[in-house]
């Protein structure tokens, strides 16, 4: 499901709940509350891409920030620890990469701690060509032009999150 900006409270809640290491793995670097506060603060939604996967109560089990510039952009993942090896972190990123192939970005890359075993294994597995640089990483990829296929596959996964959402919102209102 692509995020909105009423979906901030959510992805903070989703950032503050990472444990201190998964947050240090998430972002780079040890960051206090504040810092992940002014992190979510920040996101443009509509330059930006964020999905999630969540829960029926709409928690965010995994997130992907897609940060957009001109012609590249930079993917930033997060999975609570009782939901990794699902193949979340993987989709995520898939759908992060459809994202910007439909809007003409034609690179994607990721920076992350080497340590970060779980981000390399899905950069590799998705093509990226992954340069270690002693304590940080870096992996690039050149984004294929969208197709009508890219469109409509991304057309028709938002209309299915929208239901989702819609019918989410719908099952917790009073009756």
């Not at 809640?13 to 960051?31: A, K, N, T, V, W």
């Not at 897609?66 to 012609?71: K, L, R, T």
């Amino acid at each position: 499901m692509r995020l909105r900006p009423s979906d901030r409270p959510a992805l903070l809640d989703h950032f503050l709940g990472l444990e201190p290491e998964d947050r240090r793995l998430r972002f780079g670097s040890p960051l206090r509350d504040e810092g992940v506060k002014a992190y979510v603060d920040r996101i443009d939604f509509v330059r930006d891409g964020v999905f999630a996967v969540h829960d029926g109560a709409m928690e965010l089990l995994a997130v992907v920030h897609v940060a957009c510039s001109e012609e590249k952009a930079e993917l930033g993942l997060s999975v609570l620890p009782a939901y990794r090896n699902m193949g979340m972190g993987s989709a995520l990123t898939e759908r992060a990469v459809m994202h910007l192939r439909n809007r003409n970005i034609t690179q994607a890359f990721v920076h992350c701690l080497s340590e970060n075993g779980a981000m390399i294994h899905i950069a590799r597995k998705l093509g990226m060509a992954v340069v270690p640089c002693g304590a940080e990483t870096d992996a690039h990829i050149r984004l294929a032009p969208p197709t009508p296929q890219s469109y409509f596959t991304e057309w028709l996964q938002d209309g299915n999150a929208e239901m989702v959402r819609y019918f989410a919102a719908f099952a917790k209102s009073p009756a």
